[in-house]
């Protein structure tokens, strides 16, 4: 078997990439060569590991790139996580969201249309779509109100992938995932921000947390289970669309009093909105809030209802929030520690 990962540089694709690996996949990635040459996720894999992927310098928003690529590969599967993936960016740079999100999507479509119709395709849609839910929790037929240039364009990638599955009958399942973490998230998304900030600050830093909006309500789960949903979905017997959570609700608030337990530190809140702390026993201010972190719109409010991908593909997650906190603030004290 052959699977093509876009975005395999990403979490998801570190994660994917050895999944698919130990299932005995050839597994070719699509990295967006950059001048400083680094490749992202791909150089935190074991050297036995990353020597067995195929790599194809390239950029999804590049037709003729992925043409000349699906025609000579013609894989069985192909998982297409390769987007502007930070929501609080996409505010900034609604354009270039949608190039990526939505010209990068419509180029893999067509390319799988025209030059390989028999390959299986995996969509990373988002629980972004759902927006501020009036529904707990969420499952496939909540309604789609997206809150940012990123959600809106990953509604344009979910109903592009749904026409050309229904129109051409083509095999395009999408994964409507809500928020997956780990040791290798990037340090810009607020749950590694948050384990980084506690190792750096148990380790004698007395540089503060700065967040943004802490009462933002998410269904935080781990990436490494979220793959295996992913792969479930291309094997299943027919293309679908499924949800896939941890089915419980928390807030940021809770993500640092979790991470600060798991270094053994209490802390206790003071004021509210921008002028909430986070302090210490002693006093000292472990967390601050900034008006600049907060999102001009936020959307929040989630819990997945995970029972479609239960029922249908024997998914469940088998990390929940508290070992998900202790797995990121473990990993991030050992890291600065051997510095
Ligand atoms: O924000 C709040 C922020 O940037 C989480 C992506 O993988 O999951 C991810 O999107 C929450 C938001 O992830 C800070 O306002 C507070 O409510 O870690 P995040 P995200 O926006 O939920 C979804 C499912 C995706 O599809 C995306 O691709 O935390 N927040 N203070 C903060 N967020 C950040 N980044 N930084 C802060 O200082």
């Not at 990373?124 to 037929?141: D, I, V, W, Y």
Request: contains cysteine; charged residues 25%.
């Amino acid at each position: 078997m052959k699977a093509i990962v876009t975005g395999i540089s990403g979490q998801d694709g570190f994660f994917l990439s050895q999944l698919l690996l130990s299932k005995g996949y050839e597994v070719h990635g699509v990295l967006r060569r950059n001048s400083s040459m680094t490749r992202g996720t791909i150089d935190f894999l074991p050297p036995d590991i990353e020597k067995q992927l195929v790599i194809h310098y390239g950029d999804i928003t590049d037709e003729n790139f992925l043409s000349k690529l699906l025609q000579s590969e013609k894989p069985e599967e192909l998982y297409h996580l390769a987007a502007q993936s930070f929501v609080g960016y996409s505010f900034e740079s609604a354009h270039s969201t949608y190039d990526a999100n939505i010209g990068g999507t419509l180029n893999v479509c067509n390319a799988i249309k025209t030059l390989s119709p028999d390959t299986r395709m995996y969509f990373a849609a988002t629980s972004e779509l759902f927006g501020k839910p009036n529904e707990t929790p969420q499952n496939e037929r909540t309604p789609l109100l997206p809150r940012s240039p990123y959600a809106v364009s990953k509604l344009a990638g979910l109903w592009t992938t749904r026409t050309y599955r229904d129109a051409y009958q083509l095999f395009m399942s999408n994964g409507i995932l809500f928020n997956h973490e780990s040791e290798v998230r990037g340090p810009e998304f607020v749950t590694r921000k948050i384990s980084m900030g506690v190792a750096r600050i148990l380790l004698g830093s007395n540089e503060p947390i700065v967040l943004g909006n802490l009462s933002a309500v998410k269904d935080w789960g781990y990436a490494k289970d979220y793959v295996e949903g992913m792969w479930k979905m291309l094997q299943y017997e027919i293309p679908d669309d499924f949800v896939m959570g941890t089915g419980e609700s928390h807030s940021v608030r809770d993500f640092v009093e979790e991470a600060f337990g798991v270094a053994n530190i209490k802390i206790t809140w003071k004021g509210t909105g921008v002028n909430e702390v986070g302090l210490s026993e002693e006093g000292k201010v472990l967390v601050k809030a900034s008006r600049g972190l907060y999102r001009p719109l936020e959307s929040d409010n989630y819990r997945a209802d995970y029972s479609k991908v239960r029922e249908k593909l024997g998914w469940e997650p088998r990390v929940k929030f508290k070992e998900l906190v202790r797995i990121m603030v473990e990993n991030d004290i050992k890291l600065i520690k051997h510095k």
